[in-house]
């Protein structure tokens, strides 16, 4: 079983480091990498942050789970279904030629590109990301830290997207209390919130959002209860 974490405030943690050079003071007999070995290793682990796995063609790099969750970034990707409904929603509130933030929201960002939500190919998207291996994305890939909400690329205009949809890592009130920030720099008023319920009040205080009927799922399996909170009017208020 996955959880969404209920986490303290900490940054969205790398993967590991691998093993450093032990010490002379270090017991036993256990092997040690020399500083050349070691410096090699850990720019493999740079390089396969890089760039996503498990795409082997253009035509596949955008299928949702192209890059693979990483539970200790607090990854949990959307099923199919709920990413085509989540991309398919904030495509008819963007509007003709509208833009669209997704913030830690990846499964969303590669269901509008792969083109077959019916109008994505009229609007623009972006994805805010901690986690590098979207940089392959290119000029659509924002590198983003929740623990710093407002340092974001000088490109990325305040009040520039009509609709952001965020989904932020943790389960805790910092967390939420600074991606509510990013939120309120990115939009111009439209909001889409992907979060646990839990978090249903102080997501009303910050951004004044209702939950939705609409149930969104992931690929695996989340012990906490998912919801969605929009500002406006909206289909998944009651579906």
């Known amino acids: 079983m996955k959880f969404r974490f209920p986490a303290p405030s900490v940054l969205k943690a790398s993967p590991s480091p691998p093993p450093s050079v032990m010490s002379d003071s270090d017991d036993g007999d256990v092997p040690t990498l020399s500083a050349h070995t070691l410096a090699a290793l850990q720019e493999f682990y740079a390089d396969s942050r890089s760039r996503p796995t498990h795409c082997t063609t253009p035509e596949d790099q955008f299928t949702v789970g192209a890059v693979e969750e990483d539970w200790r970034l607090s990854q949990f990707w959307y099923s199919d279904e709920t990413a085509a409904q989540l991309a398919e929603e904030v495509v008819r509130e963007a509007g003709e030629g509208g833009r669209i933030a997704c913030v830690s929201a990846p499964s969303v960002y590669q269901k509008l590109k792969q083109g077959v939500v019916d109008g994505s190919d009229r609007v623009s998207v972006v994805v805010l990301e901690y986690d590098r291996r979207f940089a392959a994305y290119g000029d659509d890939f924002i590198f983003y830290d929740y623990n710093e909400p407002l340092s974001l690329a000088a490109s990325t205009a305040p009040q520039s997207f009509d609709v952001v949809l965020a989904d932020p890592p943790y389960l805790s009130e910092e967390c939420l209390s600074k991606v509510a920030k990013t939120i309120k720099y990115l939009s111009k008023g ?11 009040n102080l997501a009303k205080d910050l951004l004044d959002v209702r939950m939705c009927s609409f149930l969104p799922k992931h690929n ?3 012990s906490n209860e998912f919801r969605c909170f929009v500002n406006y009017p909206s289909r998944l208020l009651s579906c």
């Open 220 to 222: 695996k399996h989340l």
């Open 190 to 200: 439209k909001v889409l919130l992907c979060t646990g319920a839990v978090m249903e």
